[in-house]
């Protein structure tokens, strides 16, 4: 439908311009003049790769939330850039105020990490719905203090009904050979082992094959085929009894618009098998729908706020002031990437709604200051939330929700998360998806700007030799010790990995950074909005 609609408005572009040109030849003749007339230079049409990236430069200068310091379109010149990708590298390059930059081994320029190009592959995901072989891998480096520490690819998560799960792997599987390989040619000590791995497990590849070491020591090899599937991104839940309360357990992987009515039921059961406390396992999430985020804090959030603000949503000054004249281009669309048709005519009169009918003022009449609803009859009095640097986006947004109401009641464990307090909505060019931050939020404290992460209170490893829901795995256990004792032990061993692991916080981060480089990490606005008065 969008492809249709932006290559209508592409030929409407073509048409007028010959139009023009037409009128104005016509306009010049003259049939009873003798005199010669000049040939003219005829007018070379853009093609529709030069409008693709006119397009990226124009939309990122109305929408982009550091677009204050963004160049002209006569300087920029995106025709310039070698292909799209070049021309948003290029953007997130460029100097904004407030805007953080990183590096990395592939790309020592320093640009923001948040903007991407996508074929639509987003969208379907965020309706739960997969192409992959449902299974990523992490490596597990044993004790830094052992006299023979060992290295080995683990499974570290499987996505329930993905072809993984139906050929049996399981969290925790050793991958002792891997497409051909093994031993030491899966090993880190050369980045292109770990770029081998990450290509086999999360690259375009048809099939992935495998053996497997499981724990009780059997082997299993395996031929995966990539497949399409309905995913529910609920990996586990389970209530512990410490003492003499409950402690609810959930592995949440994603925030998908199909798990509200799953998230629904597996903590109302929660409520009646009588837990008081709640471990919520974030470490693979790296985001979604912020519908989806806000009803996992309605949830999950005390009674008592219900009815405060829960957070703000600042948009791109430009869009605040209604500036942004280009997105009357963009039909408005839901989480999934179709036409809103519960607002189809926007004024009666056979209109289509666009995100230039947006109101985007930081206020509640604008419907960007959202206020706790709460949802069911959960009361916890504490929230364990376990996360790693993939941890982003609507994962940091529910926890930033929840600090800013009960910020002594919410610990932290694990690794300093991914850092993205910004969001944005998919804007569609031709054949691509185009994303970049166009939004940031702030809880009810006005605490945002994370853009480093979220520090810890106590800092552990991916234990990924265990499954989820084992008492014996460090995250986990660390929150049941404390739930138990009211603090958490002390460590004596600095920044390596605690016991389960001889790589350094930076060198984890590092392999998370390769491995997942496929990985979709974002916060995406698909909340009810309302509209500017006409």
């Not at 930059?101 to 997969?130: A, C, H, M, N, Q």
């Not at 044993?142 to 570290?156: F, H, Q, V, W």
């Not at 739930?483 to 930076?506: D, H, P, Q, R, Y």
Request: with cysteine.
């Amino acid at each position: 439908m969008l492809n249709k609609i932006i290559s209508r408005s592409l030929n409407k572009l073509i048409v007028f311009t010959f139009s023009i040109l037409i009128m104005a030849s016509a306009c010049k003749k003259d049939p009873k003049s003798s005199t010669p007339t000049t040939p003219t230079t005829p007018v070379v049409l853009p093609t529709r790769a030069e409008l693709t990236k006119d397009s990226i430069f124009l939309y990122s200068k109305e929408t982009y939330f550091w677009n204050d310091l963004m160049p002209s379109y006569d300087i920029f010149k995106p025709r310039t850039y070698a292909n799209n990708q070049a021309v948003l590298d290029a953007i997130r390059a460029l100097p904004g105020t407030g805007k953080p930059f990183w590096t990395t081994e592939t790309d020592p320029i320093p640009r923001e990490k948040y903007s991407f190009l996508d074929d639509g592959s987003v969208s379907t995901s965020l309706g739960g719905v997969s192409g992959d072989f449902g299974f990523s891998v992490f490596y597990n480096d044993d004790d830094a203090n052992s006299s023979t520490p060992t290295e080995d690819l683990r499974i570290k998560y499987v996505s329930p009904g993905s072809p993984a799960a139906n050929a049996g792997l399981k969290r925790g599987y050793q991958i002792t050979t891997l497409n051909g390989r093994s031993g030491s040619s899966l090993s880190t000590s050369l980045n292109a082992n770990v770029s081998f791995v990450s290509t086999a497990v999360f690259g375009s590849g048809s099939t992935v094959s495998m053996t497997v070491k499981k724990p009780d020591g059997s082997s299993q090899s395996l031929t995966i085929a990539r497949a399409t599937y309905s995913n529910n991104p609920i990996l586990a839940t389970k209530v512990f009894t410490v003492g003499s309360k409950k402690v609810a357990y959930i592995v949440y992987n994603s925030f998908t618009t199909n798990s509200r009515d799953a998230l629904r039921t597996a903590i109302g059961k929660f409520q009646t098998d009588g837990a008081s406390e709640l471990i919520v396992d974030l470490r693979y999430n790296g985001g979604g729908s912020v519908a989806t985020s806000d009803v996992f804090t309605n949830l999950i959030a005390p009674a008592s706020v219900n009815g405060q603000v829960m957070y703000t949503t600042l948009w791109t000054k430009t869009m605040q002031d209604g500036n942004a004249k280009i997105l009357a281009n963009q039909p408005l669309l839901d989480a999934n990437g179709k036409l809103r048709t519960d607002q189809p005519q926007l004024y009666g009169n056979g209109k289509w709604a666009t995100y230039a009918d947006i109101n985007y003022k930081p206020t509640f009449d604008a419907g960007n200051v959202e206020n706790f609803a709460k949802e069911g009859t959960a009361d916890f009095k504490k929230i364990y939330f376990l996360v790693l640097s993939g941890t982003a986006s609507a994962s940091e947004l529910l926890i930033n929700n929840l600090k800013g109401v009960m910020p002594s009641e919410v610990k932290l464990i694990g690794r300093q998360t991914y850092g993205k307090p910004v969001g944005f909505f998919a804007i569609n060019i031709d054949k691509l998806d185009l994303y970049v931050p166009q939004f940031e939020t702030r809880n009810q404290k006005n605490f945002g700007g994370y853009y480093d992460g979220m520090v810890v209170d106590k800092s552990l490893a991916d234990d990924v030799t265990k499954d989820f829901g084992d008492e014996k795995e460090a995250l986990l256990a660390a929150a049941l010790a404390y739930s138990e004792k009211g603090f958490f032990a002390v460590s004596t061993k600095g920044n390596t990995l605690s016991s389960i692991s001889g790589m350094s916080v930076t060198e984890e981060k590092g392999l998370n950074e390769v491995l997942e480089r496929n990985k979709f990490n974002g916060m995406i606005d698909d909340r009810p909005r309302k509209f500017k008065k006409q």
